[in-house]
């Protein structure tokens, strides 16, 4: 073997050894930091707009003074062997999950809260220099969501918190019992949205503090303790007890309109039928003759009765004993 083969073996064989710790990959889904001597160098992004991009590259070389670069997507990069280490972080979003906590509401409700968060690593720097490891941001994460789930949920009722919008409760077309419901369940100002997007905003403005960014926080359960289960429970009849006593009062006087109004139509109706009968019984009876003349004619007969029909409706004051025969002749035999 001459020299030239050695070399060139030598030169292989440290090239294969040295060719895992100088070059690396950076995949999709991966950040990393390369660090000298644990000073940073190299900054590498993945997975960020143009704007973030800019905005965490300024942060970074404020930060340091203007030292690593810093390079954004994936590829082959390369490293000094032996005297640089590489830091890599997820570049994807990353669930944590609360452990559920109780939380004491603005009317004094204590409902047992579970909830989640989203979150992903922002600045992979800043992420290293604070909490070191993925796996140590879990405690940081809880004391930041559950300090502001505190703060934000104290602020607000208990019907805000588990209703996701501000569209008032009406159970029935009837105006005076949505004004019960109403009653019972008051105006929504703000929905659990609102109030979430309202924790997500703080939690992500205190996290950007440790390279961190927390995309969403949600509740996925608001249970009631038993205790207050139960005190919610008999209020809930209570007022259901008290609705029907109203409706059953409302009733009450109905009825007693509605007898009022029958009775009142009964004593007009037999009223009406009284003084129908006494003028019917008050009209004078149409007087016949006691015999008609022979020979008399259907004619004659009835002109007789209409002539003795309207003698009843002749006055006293009108009677003149100068043009009745009948009359002079009973004068005549009172007198003799």
Known sequence: ????????????????????????????????????????????????????????????????????????????????????VLQ????????????????????????????????????????????????????????????????ELGRHSFHEVIRSTTRPIVYSTDSEEAEEVQTYHPPITVG????????????????????????????????????????????????RKRIATRFEEEGKMEATKIRAETDRQVRVILAEAQKTDLVIRGAPMPRLPIFMPMGSTRSSRQESHARLKGMDRIRPSTISFENSRPLRWLLHLVTG
Do not use: H
Request: proline content about 5%; charged content about 30%; some cysteine.
């Open 1 to 84: 073997m001459t020299l030239r083969n050695f070399l060139v073996i030598v030169v292989v064989f440290l090239a294969a050894f040295l060719a895992p710790s100088t070059f690396f990959i950076i995949s999709e889904t991966e950040q990393a930091v390369v660090l000298t001597f644990n000073r940073p160098v190299r900054v590498i992004l993945n997975r960020v707009s143009d704007e973030d991009f800019s905005e965490i590259a300024s942060e970074i070389r404020t930060a340091t003074d203007g030292g690593p670069r810093v390079a954004r997507g994936p590829g082959l990069y390369m490293k000094i062997p032996f005297l640089q």
């Open 88 to 151: 890599k972080f997820d570049a994807r979003l990353l669930e944590y999950d609360e452990e559920p906590s109780d939380v004491v509401t603005l009317e004094k409700i204590k409902p047992r809260v579970d909830s989640y968060a989203r979150w992903r690593v922002r600045n992979p720097l800043r992420f290293l220099q604070s909490i070191q490891r993925e796996e140590l941001a879990g405690g940081r994460l809880r004391d930041l969501i559950r300090s502001t789930l505190r703060m």
């Open 192 to 239: 659990r949205e609102q109030i979430m997007a309202t924790i997500t905003k703080i939690c992500d403005a205190k996290a950007r503090e440790y390279g961190m960014q927390i995309l969403d926080v949600r509740i996925k359960r608001a249970d009631l303790p038993p205790e207050n289960a139960n005190s919610v429970f008999d209020r809930m009849m209570a007022e």
